[in-house]
DNA sequence: CCGGATAAGTGAGTTTTATCACACCCGGCT
DNA sequence: AGCCGGGTGTGATAAAACTCACTTATCCGG
């Protein structure tokens, strides 16, 4: 229930930040319950604060006027989150929708901003951290433009399975019950289309379904699809 | 040719920074020429240096085995890029074309770092200026998955006016002379593709050329047609 | 156990986009 | 002039993806 990484969920956050600086973090968040459904922020809010997810699951969307919509990040325990680039009259372009109770860390960017200016480590890191979040967006950028929509559903389905996926021997696990629809949502294609195409990967032993979850039985198939260039697991995320 | 911005050309790099820190970034330094078809760098090559344009232009592109080519930015005068994830270890992702006869400022990462740590107000706004280019990714992300290809070339035309674009009247005049193809690799279509979709805005009076240059003639058509919400200039750009 | 809601699955038809093949144009070179 | 290379323009065709309409499965509350 801390800032710090504990060892029972390893924090996928990437390990950019010092168990120092994460308390320096803390020291300057407050604690906020949300419940599944709410928002933390919608598009055209100010964005004026920093958000780490304590415990609980965010995830970043964007809707466009004609009904279609695109969810560009999923968030869970110990990421951190928020639009950070300018530090004042800056609004949010995207919103942030909770989809599971969660408990939060905010911190206003007005004392985020007073404390990198006192402590110069903690800039560096974070300016690290940016340059991930940055380059975690732009591979998927490739992944979603260059190899049609099946590989854009593989792209999705390998960073699903680095950031949330549980090894079951040869076996891929993710623990999230997404919908043909959702996986839509984050490739910009049609359900009928994932559907099809996971229908397709299920007849060719790529992938199973057990309890409505989704396994991955070869993955390497997958990564060829994408042209995966296997990079590390936290750039290659959702 | 300095790091200041200077009246001539109104630094497109969207003015985070303030003279003073221009100045101290313009201390650590050190100019480098580079002709056009040379590469500032690979991918793979380590990521250890920012680059400042001081005159010319620089294109990040990505390269896929199967022979497709994808643009993701064009950096001009007084843009600053780089790879800025984690201060050693890391390796771009992208390759740098110069495209133009350049004239860079080099900055070493290892002595931004240290500039970063004694200045808390160059890392405040340098973190500002890596939450815009961030946020430059992702507006074009939407814009390019969410309304087909016409809304992708739609999206880059309005990006190119933004950024290089010159008035004349009620037209804007794009004053780089690019081919169908390297529009095609901007918005991951091909060449084909662009070539009649530019046709067919020309048929429709929305574009013009004229020695072989871009003219737009009607934004806001091509505005509509990608649900454009009209965000500054310093995000939506190249 | 039934009805309603939500999601999965699927077929048929259409639109979008890519592919292939080739003609044309134009500037530079010999 | 003639040729070459790189870029443009376009038709025919094929593949990819979306749309619409509908059936089936599953879960949950009464």
Not at 195 to 210: C, G, P, S, V
């Amino acid at each position: 229930m801390t800032l710090e990484s504990t060892s029972s969920h390893p924090h996928k956050n990437t390990g950019v930040f010092t168990p120092e600086n994460l308390m320096k973090l803390k020291s300057i968040s407050y604690e906020y319950s949300a419940s599944a459904g709410s928002y933390l922020y919608w598009e055209g809010d100010p964005a004026d604060k920093l958000f780490y997810i304590i415990e609980g699951q965010v995830r970043i969307t964007k809707a466009t006027d004609d009904g279609k919509q695109l969810t560009l990040y999923i968030f869970q325990n110990d990421d951190l989150f928020g639009q950070l680039d300018s530090l004042q009259d800056s609004t949010h372009s995207f919103n942030a929708e909770v989809t599971e109770d969660s408990i939060l860390g905010i911190i206003q960017l007005r004392d985020l901003e007073i404390l990198l200016w006192q402590h110069g480590d903690l800039a560096v890191e974070f300016m690290k951290w940016m340059g991930l979040m940055h380059r975690i967006t732009q591979t998927k950028f490739r992944d979603l433009l260059l190899f049609g929509k099946p590989g854009a559903l593989c792209s999705v389905l390998i960073r699903l399975s680095n950031s949330y996926g549980e090894q079951h021997g040869e076996h891929i696990l993710i623990p999230l019950r997404l919908t043909n629809t959702e996986l839509a949502e984050m490739i910009g294609a049609t359900r009928e289309s994932v559907n099809r195409m996971l229908a397709e990967f299920k007849k060719q032993d790529i992938i199973q379904y057990e309890d409505n979850l989704l396994i991955i039985k070869d993955i390497t198939y997958l990564r060829d699809l994408c042209h995966c260039e296997n990079c590390p697991g936290t750039i290659c995320r959702m």
